[in-house]
Structures are given as C-alpha cells and as structure tokens.
C-alpha cells in the first residue's frame, strides 16, 4: 500500500467485555488509491466478488449488542483474501465470476509478499493479539465470523437465507442452528452454501485452533440484508440466540460436549 494509506485493519470495541470476538473477513470493497481499482470499472467493486454486501453491518449490531470487539480488514477481498491460506490459489483471485481482474494478473512473488504483509499478515496478528489479551485477562471467547453470500450463483437461486458454517467444533452452531429452524419461515443452510472442506474457514481454523475456542461461520444471503435496518434485525437476532450459549457456561475453553 502507498504510504499515504492509512492503516487497513480496523477494530472496533477492542476492549469489549462480552464472550465473544467477531470479523468480517470481507466487510471492505476499498482497494487502496496505488492500485488504480485493479483496472476494473468503478461498478465491478460493488459486485460480490469484492465484499460481502451488508456483513459488516451485521457485524457491528452484533458487537454492540454482544459488547464484542469486532475486527475487520478495510481492503477488498480482491486485492488479498484474509481468509484464505497464504498458500491458496484464490488468496488473490484474477478471475471469477465473468471477472478479469488486470491488477492481479501475472502478480510476482514481491506483489503477493507486498500484499501479504500489508494487509493479510496484521490483519490475523490483529486477531491474534486480541486474543492474547483476552486470554491474559481471563476471559472466555468464543469467536464468530460474519459473511454474506449472493442469492444467484451460477444460474442457480440459492434457497437459504441463512448458513451456518462450522468445522468438528459443533457448539455454537447447534445452538444457531437449533433456534433458526424453529422459525418455518427460514431455510437454514448447514454448512452451505460452502463449507470448511471450500477452504472457506481459514480464519476461524486458525484462530480456535491454541485454545479450542467455540466458533462459527455465519453465512447471510446478501438480499435479506440490503440495508441498514435489516441489517440491525438480523445482527440483533443473532445476538440474542448466541448470547444464550455464553450464559450457558458453554463457551469457555475446550468443550465437554
Ligand atoms: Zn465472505
């Protein structure tokens, strides 16, 4: 990045007391001024392979009602993709969905070690501090990652207005799971319309991984979450259902079940 950019992780709420820490890996469609909108039209970075449209406002409802820090990467999935592997082919996509991407073709080592340590490397050290810090003070974390999805995906209409992602750690998302289909108006996607084996869950794998934190993915169809006050609903919603698990006791440390 150009050093007239300012620095792209964002916390919020950092000091947050609640049980749990949330990202929005894909909150962001800026791409910083020294990549000239990797080549595209302006219009291309309001498509879903730049962001998650509405996520972060999910995001933040949830901080605020959880008291949760939240923690986000204030750059476009399509300059680097915080959740991915470093190693992944689609860490820094040059196509997808009908989209040439010219600012990532035929990058060289040094762009994607540029890239890596601008934006993907504080961005996890961000994370990893903040745990740090929680783990020192003591206090349970359970960690939630907010993404949305887009409703057509290859000629094809998506019927979950929710997903709910999770790996072999199971906790939170049986409770998500559990208190939404008991709404007959949803359609609950598990572990779809991706799952972990898409490579999808780098951050959360990652980071549950030194204390077994409890963790889940939460995936939202972009069109449920079109503008502020949806976004208010579904984040205070999905508040209320988790803020139930961490009064259960259930969200410290390695589970018993
Ligand atoms: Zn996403």
Redesign the pocket.
């Known amino acids: 990045m150009a050093a007239g950019d300012r620095d792209p992780i964002e916390i919020e709420n950092a000091d947050g007391a609640g049980a749990f820490v949330i990202v929005c890996?894909?909150a962001s469609q800026t791409v910083p001024l020294d990549y000239a909108s990797l080549g595209l039209a302006p219009e291309a970075l309001d498509r879903h392979i730049a962001w998650?449209p509405g996520?972060l406002g999910v995001a933040r409802q949830m901080a605020a009602d959880l008291d949760a820090p939240l923690l986000w990467p204030d750059v476009s999935r399509l300059v680097i993709d915080c959740?991915r592997d470093p190693a992944a082919p689609d860490l820094i996509v040059a196509e997808g969905d009908g989209l040439t991407v010219p600012g990532n073709s035929n990058l060289d080592a040094a762009e994607r070690t540029r890239r890596l340590a601008a934006v993907h490397a504080p961005y996890h050290a961000a994370i990893e501090a903040c745990l740090a810090a929680r783990r020192a003070a003591g206090r349970q974390t359970s960690l939630i990652a907010v993404?949305?999805f887009t409703p057509v995906w290859r000629d094809r209409h998506r019927p979950w207005q929710i997903g709910i992602l999770f790996d072999d750690d199971r906790r939170l998302a049986d409770t998500l799971i559990g208190a939404l289909r008991a709404d007959p108006t949803l359609t609950v996607g598990v572990n779809e319309p991706y799952s972990p084996a898409d490579r999808v869950y780098y951050t959360l794998s990652r980071h549950r991984a030194q204390d077994a934190l409890a963790a889940v993915m939460i995936e939202i169809r972009n069109d449920e979450i079109a503008d502020a006050t949806a976004q208010q609903q579904w984040g205070s919603r999905l508040a209320t259902i988790v803020r139930d698990f961490a009064i259960d006791g259930q969200a410290a440390g390695p589970a018993a079940a």
């Open positions: 890996d894909h998650d996520a959740n993404h949305s």
